[in-house]
């Protein structure tokens, strides 16, 4: 039992802005009242529900691949040493598991998003998920491209479609289901990509990114499953791919979805030498589009980390930048591409990059549709969102930073031009309370009875210094998991997937196909449920 | 340099219609490698399977191997990277003198047919084994390996891969770089992982004599390591753990008998494409799990007085 007693709190999605009152916990949950039981004074401090990352790349082969890649870069990472109570590691660019629990924690996060798993080595995802300590998470996997789901789509199937989908899903123990470069990375396979909407995916006839899209929105919806869509749109990086994201808006008519990392998808121009900004032509057609979210996948200046399913895009970079390339294909589901890369103020492409993303973030006007990720670690590390907090809470320091870029770059951008300010209960909702909501995660995001007891508690600082960072308290699950800086024992998160309803009969289907394209047997796809520490299952009905 | 362009066994499959082994004899290595996954497979879009498909085998001597190949490249030893050099020029049209190519016992127009063919491969993969990565030049050949293959994707797509064998090792790579970034050679005596190949690898604390004792899991240095590295085994206190005596058991202090994963324990294998497989034990066994020993010896350790870097206070953290 818990109470903190005297501080400022901020719980938006209760409408509570800035009240000072005690919250009171007891068996985890936010609860009305205690009696006895330890007490924490918050008076001078601000309290806030804990973070959640609605979009990172925290686990898996891929980010696995990543750290393989490149040893060099964890030469300059924070280290963390063993001690009885916490396991080494290494933080960094891409941080080693246990090390990625306590990053996140120790600024005030405390439920994360993985946006990206091959269904293939799921059981691996889980297994690292299974090593990152005090956060609860949830995984969604990759399905725009598997081939099994196409061919139905092709054969127009959409029934069976979506008994496979819901098969897959819980097959991979998984949360929610995201679309990587539609048809794209399918046609990667052959070396080739799919940058339009409307033309048949390679090695199809009638499947189309356009009609992938829209028939998995649908699946999604129908299955009612508590997290939309989750897209990673074509064209991604590419100048001028505004048009493409502004099409794809236009095909999710009457569908919910996530629109991930959409600074990458707002670019107009016709080539490097004339991309500009297009966040504010974005912002005014996803304003008008209430069934959407989206997430910033803002950038920050530095040392980042690419790593997507869009293989064909991963190539692009590779040869632009020369540096390393990783590439995996994995059969019949999907690609990963990871090339490291570095954010440069002087460069035109990077510092339109960085003005896109806050753009979005102050020109999107409902903060419930739009929420902070750099999507870690491919725009900038997620412990880096303090810094992005600043930048939004702060227009002279946007001006600031604006002064060092170079002169070419402010007529490409419409950033110098914005005032909005972000409110401290903005900030509420974009990190946790927006985000909590988009995923369906009904305890988190926020601190009224019956919530989850993950609460964050920060020394009100006015002035100009900043806030977020270095949280006085994080209360995770009802435990006290950091205090003053310090990481303590606390219990292993739990982690978040569906059930959704399928007709069991589809295995029947499924069977005999997977002794022809796959090369592990049937039986040893689908992860076992013993293999999640701590699974809260979400049964769709 | 560097970098590694890839994919699942399942891609080959279904999709390789040319295949390059380099370094390796999988027919007595990996004996299923053909049958399973590269030549006799029908795949998605190699319907008529072994026919569909061309097979080069690059190796210094002519090994069963061999048999299965459609065309046999014998080089000389220890020629490796100035083969790949070359076919790594050859495929960006760069001018290649007959000489150069001489001494690798192949000659240019061999090498410029390879790079023919490679071109032309609707799907081409490297597959490269100890004989490439463990002869002279070492992680230089294979990332000479890997760059010829990445650059090939300028002009056709084309994925490499190591022939990584030895029972469970892509495993302890993948679990190893998760927990503390690095895949091998790792030094945590400072309380934080720390990696450098050459000065914290088995192989080199062994034979400089740098460890003071020996725990050892799933792995038979005593039949592989240089003999001052097998000699130091037997000077220390090693403790092995094994379903049987090997080499190494019959050098160590201590012997404890395990029961054998995947026949008699559950657990986990990896690929050598990182593909993760579960292991179902088909018999009991009366002998505990390695993971259950592993977990009695750190509760033991925990009863002990905290020795951790931290505690003490003698040393400098960073």
């Given amino acids: 039992m818990l109470r903190i007693t005297g501080g400022k709190v901020y719980d938006p999605a209760n409408n509570i802005d800035g009240v000072v009152k005690d919250v009171c916990i007891a068996e985890g949950r936010v609860v009305p009242e205690v009696k006895g039981g330890r007490s924490v004074d918050a008076s001078g401090m601000v309290v806030l529900p804990g973070g959640v990352d609605i979009h990172s790349h925290i686990a898996g082969a891929a980010l696995n691949f990543a750290r393989g890649l490149t040893p060099e870069n964890y030469r300059r990472a924070l280290t963390f040493s063993h001690t009885p109570e916490r396991r080494a590691g290494l933080g960094g660019i891409t941080p080693t598991t246990f090390a990625t629990g306590y990053l996140y924690a120790a600024m005030g996060w405390t439920t994360v998003n993985e946006a990206a798993v091959p269904i293939l080595s799921a059981r691996h995802t889980h297994e690292e998920m299974h090593d990152i300590p005090i956060l609860d998470k949830a995984s969604l996997v990759l399905m725009a491209n598997n081939e099994i789901v196409l061919d139905l789509l092709e054969a127009g199937e959409v029934e069976r479609a979506r008994h496979v989908v819901a098969w897959l899903l819980w097959a991979a123990k998984a949360y929610g289901v995201k679309g990587v470069n539609p048809g794209g990375v399918v046609a990667w396979k052959s070396g080739k990509n799919a940058n339009t909407l409307s033309d048949p995916v390679e090695g199809y006839t009638r499947v189309t990114p356009a009609g992938i899209i829209s028939s998995l929105a649908g699946i999604v919806d129908d299955l009612r499953l508590p997290h939309p869509l989750h897209l990673h749109c074509n064209n991604l990086g590419v100048p001028g791919n505004v048009a493409t994201t502004i099409e794809t808006l236009k095909i999710l008519e009457g569908r919910r979805c996530h629109m991930a990392h959409l600074q990458f998808h707002a670019y107009g121009g016709d080539g490097w030498g004339t991309i500009r900004s297009e966040a504010a032509t974005l912002a005014e057609h996803f304003n008008a589009r209430t069934n959407l979210t989206a997430d910033a996948g803002a950038i920050l200046f530095g040392d980042a980390m690419t790593i997507t399913a869009d293989g064909p895009w991963e190539h692009v970079l590779y040869k632009l930048t020369g540096r390393k390339w990783g590439n995996v294909d994995v059969e019949n589901e999907t690609g990963c591409g990871i090339v490291p890369y570095t954010y440069k103020e002087r460069s035109l492409v990077n510092a339109v990059q960085w003005a896109a993303g806050l753009e979005l973030l102050l020109l999107i006007s409902d903060p419930w549709r739009i929420f902070l990720t750099t999507d870690h670690p491919n725009g900038a590390c997620f412990w880096r969102y303090p810094e992005l907090i600043d930048l939004l809470m702060h227009a002279d320091r946007r001006r600031e930073c604006l002064s060092r870029l170079a002169p070419a770059a402010l007529k490409r951008i419409v950033l110098p031009d914005l005032d909005r300010q972000y409110t401290l209960s903005e900030i509420a909702i974009i990190t946790s309370a927006g985000p909590a909501r988009a995923l369906g995660l009904a305890r988190k995001g926020h601190l009224g009875v019956g919530a989850d007891a993950d609460v964050v508690l920060y020394d009100e600082m006015p002035g100009d210094r900043p806030l977020f960072g270095s949280p006085r308290y994080v209360i995770k699950g009802g435990e006290i998991a950091v205090e003053d800086g310090e990481i303590r024992p606390v219990s292993q998160g739990r982690e978040f997937i569906v059930r959704p309803r399928f007709d069991e009969g589809i295995e029947d289907f499924l069977r005999p196909l997977f002794q022809k394209v796959y090369t592990i047997s049937f039986n040893n796809y689908a992860v076992e449920m013993e293999r999640l520490a701590g699974a809260e299952v979400h049964v769709c009905e | ?318």
């Fill in chain 2, 1 to 318: 340099m560097g970098g590694k362009v890839t994919c699942t066994l399942g891609e080959v499959k279904n999709r390789a219609d040319f295949i390059v082994y380099w370094g390796g004899n999988p027919a007595e290595c990996h004996p299923r490698h053909f049958t399973k996954y590269t030549l006799t497979q029908k795949g998605r879009f190699v319907p008529e399977g072994r026919k569909g498909r061309t097979m080069v085998l690059v190796d210094i001597r002519e090994t069963p191997s061999a048999r299965a190949a459609d065309l046999f490249l014998q080089i000389r030893p220890g020629k490796d990277f100035e083969v790949l050099t070359t076919l790594r020029a050859l495929v960006k049209k760069q001018r290649v003198d007959e000489e150069a190519a001489a001494g690798t016992g192949l000659t240019l127009d061999q090498l410029q047919d390879l790079v023919d063919r490679m071109k032309r491969a609707r799907f081409g993969v490297l597959f490269f084994g100890m004989g490439v990565s463990m002869t002279r030049g070492k992680h230089m050949n294979s990332a000479a390996v890997l760059t010829l293959a990445a650059e090939l994707n300028a002009f056709t797509k084309f994925v490499c891969m190591p022939m990584r064998g030895h029972g469970n090792v892509t495993g302890s790579d993948m679990v190893l770089r998760w927990s503390t970034g690095y895949p091998f050679g790792i030094n945590l005596s400072r309380g934080y992982p720390r990696f450098n190949p050459g000065e914290f690898s088995t192989v080199d604390l062994l034979v400089r004599g740098d460890n003071d004792a020996a725990l050892i899991l799933g792995a038979d240095p005593g039949a592989t390591m240089p003999q001052p590295g097998i000699e130091h085994l037997a000077r220390i206190p090693t403790i092995v753990l094994d379903p049987k005596v090997t080499h190494t058991s019959r050098l160590a202090r201590v012997h404890i008998t395990t029961a054998a994963t995947g026949i008699s324990a559950p657990g986990t294998v990896y690929r050598m494409d990182e593909v993760p497989l579960p292991l179902r034990p088909a018999l009991k066994s009366p002998y505990p799990t390695d993971e259950e020993v592993i977990r009695r010896i750190r509760r033991a350790v925990a009863e002990k007085p905290a020795w951790t870097p931290a505690a003490n206070a003698g040393m400098a953290i960073s």
